[in-house]
């Protein structure tokens, strides 16, 4: 089956600083990929999709990159801010593409 | 434009008592979803509905999970009786459309369930 993995310790980032998550996945080849925010007591926010023929994307100060040989994503904050601290959900359609599976987030603290 | 909105936000009970929770999606949105979120975990899908159809709802517990969405819109979710491994937030999502990985999942907040 599908596994996806998402570095389950928090990270801690220095304001100003670019943060980097990692979403690994194995035994699949996605066609999507998603990552959402979910802030404590909230559902979780769709902010990017990229699929398997797209290299990078990019929203704003978010950047994701998707490497179909490796097997992995990178989401970036660049000119990261405290209200950026949040859990960072990857998600990647599952097989038969009739729904998306979710890893389990890191959990992000940008520090003042 | 209002959100997804989910009551309770919060429910406390004892195992083995049923508990329901209620989903209003995005005005419009024809496909909704129901997921379940433990401590420290991603969302998993327990059932999709595009419009009044359930068409996956292989993840449900059937045994002791049932759901509707009569008339296409709202949707309730239940569980009876419930037991200790229940207790975890329960999410309603709702898209536009095809219901495909790509069709954008707006989320509510999420009920809270603690089974004692």
């Known amino acids: 089956s599908q596994k996806i993995e998402q570095n389950s310790e928090a990270l801690n980032i220095q304001e100003g600083k670019t943060a980097t998550l990692t979403c690994n996945y194995t035994n699949y080849s996605p066609a999507y990929l998603q990552w959402y925010r979910q802030d404590p007591g909230r559902g979780p926010v769709f902010l990017l999709l990229i699929r398997e023929n797209e290299k990078e994307k990019r929203k704003e100060r978010l950047k994701v990159t998707f490497d179909t040989t490796l097997k992995q994503s990178l989401f970036h904050i660049t000119a990261s801010q405290p209200a950026d601290s949040a859990t960072y959900l990857c998600a990647l359609d599952a097989w038969g593409g009739d729904k998306i599976i979710f890893g389990k987030g890191t959990r992000l603290h940008i520090l003042p | 434009e209002a959100g997804v909105v989910q009551s309770p936000r919060y429910k406390i009970i004892e195992k083995k008592q049923p508990v329901a929770f209620w989903c209003n999606p995005i005005s419009g949105h024809n496909t909704l979803y129901w997921y379940r979120q433990n401590l420290g975990q991603g969302p998993e899908l327990l059932i999709r509905?595009?419009?009044?159809?359930?068409?996956?709802d292989s993840q449900l517990p059937k045994d002791r999970f049932s759901a509707e969405r009569l008339k296409g819109v709202d949707s309730t979710l239940k569980i009876q009786p419930a037991e200790l491994g229940d207790s975890a937030v329960y999410l309603c999502a709702s898209s536009f459309s095809g219901g495909t990985v790509t069709d954008t999942q707006y989320f509510g907040p999420g009920t809270r369930l603690t089974v004692l």
């Open positions: 509905y595009e419009n009044e159809e359930a068409v996956d």
